[in-house]
């Protein structure tokens, strides 16, 4: 029933979307954030976040003791950082705390981060420095993933894992993999935990959008969504950032994570007002959508060929 978004504009904070009533309500913004430090689990962390700079995305959610979840984000208000919430869901009620952070390595940014069981942070970087938007569109590699442990200082890079444009991540339920969208490839690359800089094992080639984000499904397979980027109306696909932000349709495909073959599940057309499609999660018949750009999310049936904006 319950969704948990973040917003790219500071102070936009966590939300929680209610989608049996397509109602939207703050967790995490200025008048609604409570604190309460992990200093065990985050030594390294300077302090609260404040949320009227937050800017947070990427998220990542745990399960934790006692009904409870963890929510990681990455984030670039004030301070470029992963930061770590405590969310607790009720029937009636939900609440989310803020309990630490790890600071990203100086003059790195972090795009998304997902979490191992043990507490260990993978996270990648779309553009290491000295990189472009262009050098990603030229299909060179601008990015990486990092590692974070718990017990250790900082973050550090995991060799073989360089991409063209690091975006989306996230962990196997068995600990055993991860895997890493590259969004100009159009392509989902799985890497082994066991074998770090050995590069990734195999990918998934979709046919004709770059994945952003990526997630799993209730029936363990990958899921992810992005824009159709050949499109005429933005002069083909993109050459720079500005590219990006022109009206693009959409599609979504689930991912077999063993043998990485894709399924297309829905696509859309070109939509002004909902563009920048990053993210696609099913819950129940719906397909809920996400976005880079929007102001809302989008959601629809399953079966249907259009879709509706939540405002």
């Keep these: 029933r319950w969704l948990v978004t973040s917003g790219m504009a500071p102070g936009a904070?966590?939300?929680?979307?209610?989608?049996?009533?397509?109602?939207?309500?703050?967790?995490?913004?200025?008048?609604?954030?409570?604190?309460?430090?992990?200093?065990t689990r985050f030594a390294g962390c300077p302090g609260p976040l404040d949320p009227t700079l937050a800017v947070l995305h990427g998220l990542a959610l745990r399960p934790a003791p006692g009904g409870r979840y963890t929510v990681y984000?990455?984030?670039?208000?004030g301070r470029e950082s992963v930061e770590v919430f405590e969310l607790s869901v009720a029937p009636?009620?939900?609440?989310?705390?803020?309990?630490?952070?790890?600071?990203?390595?100086?003059?790195?940014?972090?795009?998304?981060?997902?979490a191992f069981s043990d507490g260990t942070l993978v996270a990648t970087v779309l553009m290491l420095p000295g990189r472009t938007f262009e050098d990603a569109f030229a299909m060179r590699n601008t990015g990486i993933v990092l590692q974070w442990t718990p017990g250790t200082s900082a973050f550090v890079e995991l060799k073989g894992t360089e991409l063209v444009a690091n975006n989306g991540i996230d962990t196997s339920p068995d600990d055993r993999m991860f895997y890493v969208a590259s969004t100009p490839t159009r392509r989902v690359y799985a890497f082994s935990r066991a074998t770090p800089g050995a590069g990734p094992l195999?990918?998934?080639?979709l046919k004709d959008f770059g994945p952003d984000n990526v997630r799993w499904t209730a029936d363990n397979r990958l899921i992810t969504a992005g824009l159709i980027d050949d499109e005429p109306a933005c002069g083909g696909r993109p050459k720079d950032e500005k590219g990006i932000r022109c009206p693009m349709g959409y599609a979504v495909a689930t991912i077999d994570p063993e043998t990485?073959?894709?399924t297309e599940i829905a696509r859309g057309p070109r939509t002004p007002s909902f563009t920048g499609t990053a993210m696609a999660t099913v819950v129940g018949n719906e397909l809920w959508l996400g976005s880079f750009l929007a102001d809302r999310l989008a959601?629809?049936?399953l079966?249907?060929?259009?879709?509706?904006s939540l405002k």
């Design 13 to 39: 904070g966590l939300s929680l979307v209610d989608t049996q009533a397509k109602a939207v309500r703050k967790l995490y913004a200025p008048g609604t954030a409570n604190a309460r430090a992990d200093r």
């Design 73 to 77: 984000a990455t984030n670039h208000g």
């Design 92 to 114: 009636d009620a939900a609440s989310a705390t803020w309990i630490g952070c790890v600071l990203l390595p100086p003059k790195l940014a972090a795009n998304s981060v997902a």
């Design 202 to 205: 195999r990918f998934a080639q």
């Design 260 to 262: 990485m073959t894709a």
């Design 299 to 301: 959601y629809r049936p």
């Design 303 to 308: 079966d249907s060929a259009r879709g509706r």
